[in-house]
């Protein structure tokens, strides 16, 4: 059950970290972290780990999610995990297309959304990364590239279920060891760019969140979360321990 009334989703993905005595150390502490109620928190962690943290977060207003699924229900996919296998662990939603799946494992506009419709088929919320890298960001084609993504990952979804999909905006340059902080200008036209194509979309896309991530840190986490077009933060490694995480959920609290 998700809190709706919440103005901002912060949540984070561990990707391939955290052993499960850590994972569950982790969701054991969060239990005790005062979570603002303007705030839909949310940990995604590695599949080892999810099972044991749905259960320790369970009835805790905490959604947990898988960092990837394969889009059929189930068959011959050596090493693959099903959507109904998510469900069956605990998962509340699904993390789709991040760039490193893109980029290093084969993720294309289309197996996104074949992922998606299985998701939503199985009621699990579909978190769509989208993003453009330095080079399209440089030749002025970023908004074309976010356009594409967005409505190829979108194919055949009704308008009456869109309202389930969570959009992250996450600029591969701004993300991962590498990655430097987006300007929170850049981040609030961007995404007003993103509501544009949503808009045009037409009804039931329009109102679709939008989360930012990409270097989120406790410090620059209020600049990005001014912007009424961000509906929340989509954090790496500042939230891979519970104090920093809880410094990044304090910046959702009205002010």
Same mark, same amino acid.
């Not at 290093?104 to 890298?133: M, Q, W, Y």
């Not at 960001?137 to 993504?149: C, D, F, I, N, S």
């Not at 007003?192 to 949503?198: E, G, N, T, Y």
């Given at each position: ?142 908004? /074309?590239?976010?356009? @594409?993504? &967005? +409505?190829?990952? *979108? ?6 279920? #869109?309202?389930?999909?969570? $959009? ?19 981040? /609030?036209?961007?995404? @007003?760019? &993103? +509501?544009?194509? *949503? ?6 896309? #329009?109102?679709?969140?939008? $989360? ?44």
């Amino acid at each position: 059950m998700t809190n709706s009334q919440a103005r901002h989703w912060i949540g984070t993905s561990w990707k391939m970290n955290k052993t499960l005595p850590e994972a569950a150390e982790f969701a054991k502490r969060l239990l005790g972290v005062d979570i603002p109620g303007s705030v839909q928190p949310f940990v995604i962690p590695p599949f080892t780990a999810l099972a044991s943290v749905a259960t320790i977060l369970r009835d805790s207003g905490v959604l947990v999610g898988a960092q990837t699924m394969h889009w059929a229900d189930q068959g011959s996919w050596t090493g693959e995990i099903s959507a109904p296998m998510l469900v069956d662990a605990g998962a509340q939603l699904v993390e789709l297309g991040h760039s490193e799946r893109r980029q290093h494992f084969g993720e294309t506009d289309h197996t996104v959304n074949l992922k998606v419709l299985s998701a939503l088929r199985h009621g699990l919320i579909p978190l769509i990364c989208i993003g453009e890298d330095h080079d399209e960001r440089a030749w002025g084609v970023a908004r /074309a590239t976010l356009e @594409r993504q &967005i +409505r190829v990952a *979108l194919l055949g979804v009704r308008p009456d279920e #869109a309202h389930r999909v969570v $959009l992250a905006y996450e600029p591969v340059w701004a993300i991962g060891e590498t990655g430097r902080p987006a300007p929170a200008d850049l981040v /609030a036209q961007t995404h @007003r760019d &993103i +509501r544009r194509i *949503l808009v045009d979309m037409g009804t039931g896309f #329009a109102g679709l969140r939008i $989360l930012y991530g990409g270097s989120v840190s406790p410090d620059n986490a209020p600049d990005y979360l001014d912007s009424p077009d961000v509906g929340g933060l989509f954090v790496g490694r500042s939230a891979w321990n519970v104090d920093g995480y809880q410094s990044i959920l304090r910046a959702g609290a009205p002010s």
